[in-house]
């Protein structure tokens, strides 16, 4: 009964001492009380709902795949920010810094009228809060120029909403593809 | 402006996105659900008992995760325990704080010498000696130490310290003023718990050598006796797998134990497979107990078994133990054989 017990830490002894060791999958090891393990034994850490059971609230465990590449904030956010703010002339966009800044716009229906907007990406992940979105709107006194007029809050809210649907179809469209 | 943005605005869904996804909070919800038949052969029973039952068993855990700004990660868990049984308990329950500086638990959490044991192989069937052949015997079925947590209500009340990975190495050391789960404050007295100041600490090592991988464990243990023996003990384990096949040993010795015993030990050794769904291994226990008023009891338990996986949480599995129990100063001897089928879903 020692002797395999022997054999095998014989094994791990000269293992350590070969020096070309690499740290093991521990995903792979049993861990925590008997329930744990007998989960982790029978089921592979598989279950109906996937490796981590039911998310609710916003569960994050897909962020990884949710990031775009090749810039600092996320692919898809960006993108459909681009494309939201297609119709206004964009002076500065920074795709490191997650910064888009438009230039003054004046729609041909309101003459009087005219929108700013700066937009900022938070972060690599896909996520509701992960962009903002500032409104400036100034309208034409005709005494003293273009004055800054209050914006409705709802408006910044309504181009977050459209900058998160856009990037919600790119995303879905790239999961597709 | 307003117009066109309200335009496209208009698909579906994107309240909902924001709704949900805003929260930093993730809650996450798993359980088991578990059905059993068990035939049992076993020397100390009336003879007129049916030699058959069925069982099942059951739990349901919530996990809260949430990371803050700083990267701080932080979250809880619940676990609700004996819903089978048609009572509903807390069984686990702790917050936990994590970070580069590893992992901080507060609360009713196995300790860290049950979570980095390193044990035989107990992955097959319901577990081979360490399985569920003890929920149908009706006379005694000796004793088996899995780690040294066995000796205590290893859920009991504590602070627990986990360092970060280095290397292949990751420990811990784990605190708690007495050996009793859910603790309120009034713990105080020898009546609660016979040990005080129990202090658990282990550290596993694992590596991955041209497809060997080899998992150590060490584990030790420290309690104050009320009234009584103190505990001290130590588990040390070895398993090594290649291409599925994983065998492996483990000794867990206590040198003083409070209660009736002097001492106690228990040698494990087996071997498993895996291969596609299946997973077919053999596992058995050899244990010493040594009794404060003299003599002492042998158990020796073999079990060889299988599970086979159905779909994703769906598992069948099924194993057969044999255990051999000493007669010890309470209970006369025993030998059983336990036969089980059973099913469980994890979700």
Redesign the interface.
């Known amino acids: ?2 002797t ?2 022997l054999i ?2 014989s ?2 002894l000269l ?2 001492a ?1 020096g ?7 995903s ?8 744990d ?8 850490n ?5 490796p ?10 897909n962020d990884q795949q949710e990031e775009g590449s090749g810039i600092g904030v996320n692919g898809f956010l960006w993108r459909a920010s681009l494309d ?1 703010l297609s ?1 206004l002339p964009v002076t500065s966009a920074d795709p490191f810094g997650g910064v888009i800044l438009t230039d003054w716009y004046t ?1 041909p229906e ?1 003459p009087n009228e005219r ?1 700013k907007l700066n937009v900022y990406i938070l972060g690599r992940q896909l ?3 992960g962009v903002r979105v500032a409104v400036f709107r100034q309208v034409l006194n005709d005494s003293a120029g273009w004055v800054d007029a209050p914006v409705s809050p709802e ?1 910044a809210t ?5 900058i ?3 990037a ?2 790119l995303r879905v469209a790239s999961a597709n593809s | 402006m307003k117009n066109l943005l309200l335009g496209s605005t208009a698909l579906v869904g994107a309240g909902l996105l924001s709704a949900s996804a805003a929260a930093q909070v993730e809650l996450t919800i798993s359980g088991l659900a578990q059905f059993e038949a068990g035939w049992v052969d076993e020397d100390d029973d009336a003879d007129s008992e049916r030699d058959y039952d069925f069982r099942q068993d059951g739990w349901i855990q919530f996990n809260a995760r949430g990371v803050a700004d700083n990267g701080l990660e932080y979250g809880a868990e619940i676990e609700l325990d004996d819903i089978a049984a048609g009572e509903i308990e807390q069984d686990e329950q702790y917050v936990y704080i994590a970070g580069d500086f590893g992992t901080v638990r507060f609360g009713d959490k196995e300790g860290p010498a049950k979570e980095f044991a390193v044990t035989a192989p107990i992955g097959f069937g319901s577990g081979g000696f360490d399985g569920n052949y003890t929920q149908y015997t009706l006379g005694q079925a000796g004793a088996y130490l899995l780690d040294v947590e066995e000796a205590l209500d290893s859920d009991n009340t504590k602070i627990t310290y986990l360092t970060p990975e280095i290397g292949g190495f990751q420990g811990g050391i784990g605190f708690a003023p007495a050996d009793a789960a859910g603790k309120p404050g009034t713990h105080r007295t020898a009546a609660d718990s016979d040990l005080e100041n129990i202090l658990t600490a282990g550290f596993n090592y694992s590596a991955d050598f041209q497809g060997f991988e080899v998992l150590a464990g060490v584990g030790g243990i420290w309690g104050g006796g009320v009234d009584t023996d103190d505990l001290t003990g130590f588990n040390i384990g070895l398993n090594v797998g290649f291409g599925g096949i994983t065998v492996g040993g483990a000794y867990v010795l206590l040198t003083d134990v409070p209660g009736d015993l002097d001492e106690h030990s228990t040698w494990q050794i087996g071997a498993q497979y895996e291969f596609g769904p299946w997973t077919v291994g053999a596992n058995a226990a050899f244990d010493t107990r040594e009794f404060e008023v003299g003599g002492d009891s042998d158990t020796q338990i073999y079990s060889a078994g299988a599970t086979y996986a159905l779909a994703p949480g769906l598992a069948v599995y099924g194993d057969i133990t044999f255990v051999d129990a000493d007669a010890t100063p309470t209970d006369p001897e025993n030998e059983a054989t336990v036969l089980l089928v059973g099913t469980s879903v994890a979700f």
């Open positions: 009964m020692r395999p017990l095998a830490l094994a791990a293992v350590t070969c070309s060791v690499t740290p093991g999958d521990r792979q090891i049993p861990r925590g009380d008997r329930r393990r007998m989960v982790q034994a029978m089921h592979k598989q279950s109906i709902l996937g981590e059971g039911l998310s609710l609230f916003g569960g994050g465990g939201t119709f729609a309101t929108f996520r509701a809060d408006t309504q181009l977050e909403n459209t998160l649907t856009r919600r179809e």
